[in-house]
């Protein structure tokens, strides 16, 4: 049977993680841990999402340098390769997974473009977050305690 299973960008460094490598494969080793049973028996397929991920690439960006799209990719691929590296070590001989990354087609005149909603990277307190947002053009939303930088997520029109 085909299974499909979401994990957020959140289970994968929660927020008050420390941002780095270890962290993070810790998290993806406890997410595959629940899911290396089904992936023994069925074709499990495993999206995930990449918001606080693609957030702390983008700030050590220089602006401009990487369009989101490019640094979504590098994330992406960061991901899969953990999930795959983790899955792997847990399934039975001769069952294997891999990894894809993907491209979605969005629509140039999406008004998401201009009225961005999609939280990335970490949470900061309103004073470090209004100056990161006039140094690099930034959008931001309150969310909680502090203030997130929003990107644009436009509907999808094909993977």
């Not at 069925?42 to 640094?71: F, K, M, S, T, W």
């Amino acid at each position: 049977m085909r299974l499909v299973v979401a994990l957020g960008g959140n289970a994968l460094l929660r927020p008050g993680d420390t941002p780095d490598a270890a962290t993070q494969r810790g998290n993806v080793r406890r997410a595959v841990t629940a899911l290396a049973p089904l992936a023994a028996e069925h074709e499990l397929l495993i999206a995930h999402g990449n918001g606080p991920q693609i957030g702390l690439l983008a700030l050590q960006d220089r602006p401009g340098h990487y369009p989101l799209d490019v640094l979504d990719a590098e994330t992406e691929g960061m991901i899969g390769y953990l999930v795959q590296q983790e899955l792997d070590n847990l399934l039975p001989a001769g069952r294997r997974c891999a990894a894809l990354v993907t491209q979605v087609e969005v629509a140039a005149d999406d008004p998401a473009f201009e009225h961005p909603t999609k939280p990335i990277g970490r949470r900061y307190p309103p004073d470090t977050a209004r100056a990161l947002a006039a140094r690099l053009g930034w959008r931001l939303v309150e969310d909680g305690d502090g203030l997130r930088r929003v990107v644009a997520s436009p509907r999808p029109q094909a993977i």
